[in-house]
Antibody, heavy 118, light 112 residues
Framework: QVQLVQSGAEVKKPGASVKVSCKAS????????ISWVRQAPGQGLEWMGW????????NYAQKLQGRVTMTTDTSTSTAYMELRSLRSDDTAVYYCARAGTSGWNDYWGQGTLVTVSS | QSVLTQPPSVSGAPGQRVTISCTGSSSNIGAGYDVHWYQQLPGTAPKLLIY???NRPSGVPDRFSGSKSGTSASLAITGLQAEDEADYYC????????????FGTGTKVTVL
């Protein structure tokens, strides 16, 4: 069965960086993309970006350009999302999801809470 | 501020039919890009409910249906059940945001 398992919760200080991992299993990793989506406390879903697990091509949300980097390691079927220069409004649950050809996300990780606080 | 607008809340009694609208523009839904819908129960990850405007993934009850017309899309839930109480989000692609996907503002469905 398809599973996406994310790394554990993180607490970071403003200005620091965080790197969240997402290990995929149960399907051919390079046949799909990986989306990253975040949700601030009590707020809606925010699309952060997408990476092709086939060739590493990326597409980032405009507001995060320059602060976010998404990568994959095909040898371990793991995707990574690094967010730099963290601010308090980056506090959120971060999700990875398997992305299909027209942008749908059919399997989701369990979420990783990132708290940014001094 | 999302470019896809949904009503903040809708409600209905068990067994009733409710619809959730997702209003976009000529740079997203109106441009022909697919719309997808997700259900999010409290404290859990979103679940894909409808993909490609009107297709249901395996395991999603046929009480859920999606449609698209012009610059809007809709999710209908017929035979509303208590377990349908959740947040619902639409998603599409927008060509005006440097080519990004975007989620709707979200709708809370309450079963009375």
């Amino acid at each position: 069965q398809v599973q996406l398992v994310q790394s554990g919760a993180e607490v970071k200080k403003p200005g620091a960086s965080v790197k969240v991992s997402c290990k995929a299993s149960g399907y051919t990793f390079t046949s799909y993309g990986i989306s990253w989506v975040r949700q601030a406390p009590g707020q809606g879903l925010e699309w952060m970006g997408w990476i092709s697990a086939y060739n590493g091509n990326t597409n980032y949300a405009q507001k995060l350009q320059g602060r976010v980097t998404m990568t994959t390691d095909t040898s371990t079927s793991t995707a990574y999302m690094e967010l730099r220069s963290l601010r308090s409004d980056d506090t959120a649950v971060y999700y990875c999801a398997r992305a299909g050809t027209s942008g749908w996300n059919d399997y989701w990780g369990q979420g990783t809470l990132v708290t940014v606080s001094s | 501020q999302s470019v896809l607008t949904q009503p903040p809340s809708v409600s209905g009694a068990p067994g009733q039919r409710v619809t959730i609208s997702c209003t976009g523009s000529s740079s997203n839904i109106g441009a022909g890009y697919d719309v997808h819908w997700y259900q999010q129960l409290p404290g859990t990850a979103p679940k894909l409910l409808i993909y490609g405007n009107s297709n249901r993934p395996s395991g999603v009850p046929d009480r859920f249906s999606g449609s698209k017309s012009g610059t809007s899309a809709s999710l209908a839930i017929t035979g509303l059940q208590a377990e349908d109480e959740a947040d619902y989000y639409c998603q599409s692609y927008d060509s005006s945001l440097s080519g990004s996907n975007v989620f709707g503002t979200g709708t809370k469905v309450t079963v009375l």
